[in-house]
């Protein structure tokens, strides 16, 4: 499954980083540094509607390359000014060609609540998503133990980080909210890749009032953003369909408003 290809290969990266930067210089910078508080979850939760989470992408491992001409500063001027609620940056780096460089230059630049979008398998990658300025992070049930998810989640709290936690059947569900109060439920079939927008409405009863709700994957279509509005989701993280625009700001438009 390409998932195991992915987080071996984070996990690769982890420890050359470490080998560049030891965690205790990580943590040093982090005690130096003035760290704001999470805005993700609140984000998501104040906006009258299904909040969007748009996606800075620019490859993946099963479509390749999406957007050839890629500069993530301007596309997240773009998203900026269209009205969204917060955004992903991808910073895996070789099957999604993201950089980490691209959340802290983001965040420089934007008042805008950024997940840092990975696959978290490592403390070490909690400590540089604060750091790089990222208001949340990943966890995705699949690649992870009951143990590792919680330990992971502990610590993005102590640091003051949100967390999205991914899901893609009920026994994952069932796991994640134990811990989790914000809940993916991605579309996309980890084994096969294929999408089925109504995986988030079978698995909606298993998530508790009061978590916060984001659906993932699928999502390309006015008509699909009604149907999440019709099912009461909290939010949608929506990626290839804007990237695939080359104005992303009026395809944010578009799907929400249906203009």
């Known amino acids: ?37 999470p805005r993700f979850k609140k984000a998501l939760t104040d906006y009258d509607g299904v909040s969007i989470i748009a996606e800075i992408k620019k490859a993946s491992p099963s479509k390749g390359l999406i957007r050839p001409v890629f500069d993530p500063v301007s596309i997240a001027d773009e998203y900026s000014k269209s009205g969204i609620q917060a955004m992903s940056i991808l910073t895996e780096p070789e099957y999604f060609k993201g950089d980490l460089k691209f959340v802290e230059a983001v965040t420089k630049r934007y008042d805008i609540p950024v997940l840092r979008k990975d696959f978290t398998v490592d403390e070490y990658m909690i400590y540089e998503a604060k750091l790089a300025g990222a208001d949340a992070i990943l966890l995705i049930m699949a690649a992870l133990t009951d143990a590792e998810f919680k330990r992971f989640h502990k610590t993005a709290d102590d640091l003051g980080l949100d ?30 890749f294929e999408e089925d927008i109504t995986t988030c409405e079978r698995l909606l009863p298993l998530i508790p009032e009061g978590a916060v ?27 290839e369909a804007f990237m695939r625009e080359t104005d992303v700001g009026a395809a944010v438009r578009r799907l929400r408003f249906g203009e």
């Open 1 to 37: 499954m390409i998932l195991d290809t992915l987080v071996a290969s984070s996990k690769k990266r982890v420890r050359d980083a470490k080998e560049i930067k030891p965690v205790s210089q990580l943590i040093r910078e982090l005690d130096k540094a003035e760290l704001k508080p």
């Open 163 to 192: 967390v999205l936690v991914e899901t893609h059947n009920e026994a994952e569900v069932e796991r994640a909210v134990e811990y989790g109060t914000i809940i993916g439920v991605n579309n996309r079939n980890l084994y096969t």
């Open 213 to 239: 709700k984001v659906a993932e994957s699928a999502i390309r279509s006015h008509a699909d953003y009604k149907y999440l509005q019709s099912l009461e989701f909290d939010a949608a993280l929506i990626g």
